[in-house]
């Protein structure tokens, strides 16, 4: 069964930073696939936030995150890390790592942030990240 094995998280304050990380059980996912974060916050739909495919591309961001937060791709170690900068509370969620099918283009992983995951993607557990005013 392959798992996307989470890491970071917790608690910050309003302009801090935060990291989390994201490694597959199978590097083969990780070579595979866009390698994405999703976020949902209390009452709200699951929404995407950053992919990036480890094959080549440019990386996807959802606007409210655009500046500060960075998607980036460790193929030794098949991790991939997005680092949160300039945190706000509107950044509380849980968020969670996903992998799917990367798309023919220049631009292979931004259909993830309004398609989501399809059925033949993967999902972590999640890690909860809590920014306090």
């Known amino acids: 069964q392959v798992q996307l094995a989470e890491s970071g998280g917790g608690w910050v304050q309003t302009g801090g930073s935060l990291k989390l990380s994201c490694a597959p059980s199978?590097?083969?996912?990780?070579?595979?696939?866009?390698m994405a974060w999703f976020r949902q916050a209390p009452g709200k739909e699951r929404e995407g936030v950053a992919a990036?495919?480890?094959?080549?591309?440019?990386?996807a961001y959802a606007d409210s995150v655009k500046g500060r937060f960075t998607i980036t791709q460790d193929n030794f170690n098949t991790t991939v890390t997005l680092q949160m900068n300039s945190l706000k509370p509107d950044d509380t969620a849980v968020y969670y790592c996903?992998?799917?099918?990367?798309?023919?283009?220049?631009?292979?992983?931004?259909?993830?942030?309004?398609?989501?995951?399809?059925?033949?993607?993967?999902w972590g557990q999640g890690t909860q990240v809590t920014v306090s005013s």
């Open positions: 996903a992998a799917d099918k990367p798309r023919p283009g220049p631009a292979p992983c931004h259909w993830m942030m309004t398609g989501g995951v399809g059925d033949s993607g993967y």
């Open positions: 199978l590097p083969g996912i990780y070579y595979a696939n866009c």
């Open positions: 990036i495919y480890p094959g080549g591309g440019s990386p």
